[in-house]
């Protein structure tokens, strides 16, 4: 079964770092857009970063500067680096995959692919 896994969460203090992991699981053949999504409290899930294609990747302006997506594609993961944090980053921080193609006994397309999310919280 093909799934995202978020990992790296956790609490951190104003100024600090975290770095987040999503790993895609299963048999998989090929990821194409992968990235970051956030959803804080009351607020709609918003975009963070995104690779759109293996060279070119998104950033939303406030995060600009602060924050790196990398990729590994042997690994079919994805990375957010992220420093100098502030505590409006406080979210549920979600990796997406908007297509891959699975392999095996019933290869198919997956589209928008979502992880279980993983907690961010910036407070002293």
């Known amino acids: 079964q093909v799934q995202l896994v978020e990992s790296g969460g956790g609490l951190v203090h104003p100024g600090g770092s975290l770095r987040l992991s999503c790993a895609a699981s299963?048999?998989?053949?090929?990821?194409?857009?992968m990235g970051w999504y956030r959803q804080a409290p009351g607020k709609q899930r918003e975009l963070v970063a995104f690779?759109?294609?293996?060279?070119?990747?998104n950033y939303a302006d406030s995060v600009k500067g602060r924050f790196t997506i990398s990729r590994n594609y042997a690994k079919n993961t994805v990375y957010l680096q992220m420093n100098s944090l502030k505590p409006e980053d406080t979210a549920v921080y979600y990796c997406?995959?908007?297509?891959?193609?699975?392999?095996?006994?019933?290869?198919?397309?997956?589209?928008?692919?979502w992880g279980q999310g993983t907690q961010v919280t910036v407070s002293s």
């Open positions: 299963g048999s998989i053949s090929r990821i194409y857009g």
């Open positions: 690779f759109t294609s293996s060279t070119t990747t």
């Open positions: 997406n995959a908007d297509r891959l193609f699975e392999l095996g006994s019933n290869p198919k397309w997956h589209y928008d692919l």
